[in-house]
């Protein structure tokens, strides 16, 4: 089984290196596909990517700042993979969690898995962050029936068939709960499992907001209805 694993990067020089190797060190003898989109960043994340990347790496650029969801639409339009990861370029998210994201959708199981941090002993984030992501999790429940605990986690994995078929058109922040609604409404169950998470501090490079918080709830909504 090929994998693909989705990386948008925007400014990620500090991390983007490290965060390669660990994809490729912590999941020896899969048959990986990494795609880095570099979103316009100014800060060396290309050269950065570059530097670290192995055979099977691919890195794309955008020549302006177009979001995390454009960057992933991007990197899926450049996947060959059997299921797709979406893989963050910070170091919040440990790729030795891949091999329990894949297994349910290996052996069968389900096509869709989530990495829930609140299902593991993690630390959390800033509390509004924190709060923010049950809040979110806890609309998409009453919205779309299902018992989520983790939406906005970043690593979600899909079987590339299915992820195709959404026809996503998110550009920002809002690929997760677009992803998420459109996901559920096609009747597609989401199977979540525990994952580690180290989250970083503001002035480590974190970019979520509390507006995008705001704008998930409203897409999850629109979507719905």
């Not at 440990?94 to 329990?100: M, V």
């Not at 779309?144 to 920002?172: I, N, Q």
């Amino acid at each position: 089984m090929k994998i693909s694993v989705l990386v948008p990067a925007y400014n990620e020089a500090a991390t983007i290196g490290r965060m390669l190797d660990a994809v490729y060190g912590r999941n020896p003898g899969r048959d990986l596909e990494v795609i880095v989109v570099d979103d316009g960043s100014t800060d060396g994340t290309h050269g950065a990517a570059a530097t670290a990347a192995r055979p099977g790496t691919k890195i794309l650029r955008h020549a302006k700042n177009l979001g995390k969801g454009a960057a992933i639409r991007t990197a899926l339009a450049a996947a060959t993979g059997d299921v797709a990861i979406i893989q963050d370029a910070d170091l919040e998210y440990d790729p030795a969690d891949y091999a329990r994201l894949l297994k349910p959708i290996e052996e069968g199981k389900c096509e869709v898995v989530y990495g829930s941090r609140i299902m593991g002993p993690n630390a959390r984030s800033y509390h509004r962050y924190y709060w923010g992501g049950r809040l979110v999790s806890l609309w998409t429940n009453i919205l779309y029936g299902s018992h989520l605990t983790d939406e906005p986690t970043c690593y979600k994995a899909f079987k590339m068939p299915v992820l195709r078929s959404l026809r996503l058109e998110c550009e920002g922040f809002e690929f997760c709960p677009e992803v998420t609604a459109k996901t559920l409404l096609r009747g597609i169950p989401i199977l979540e499992v525990p994952i580690s998470y180290n989250p970083r501090r503001m002035e480590e490079g974190k970019k979520i907001r509390w507006t995008d918080g705001v704008v998930a709830l409203w897409t999850l909504l629109k979507l719905r209805f």
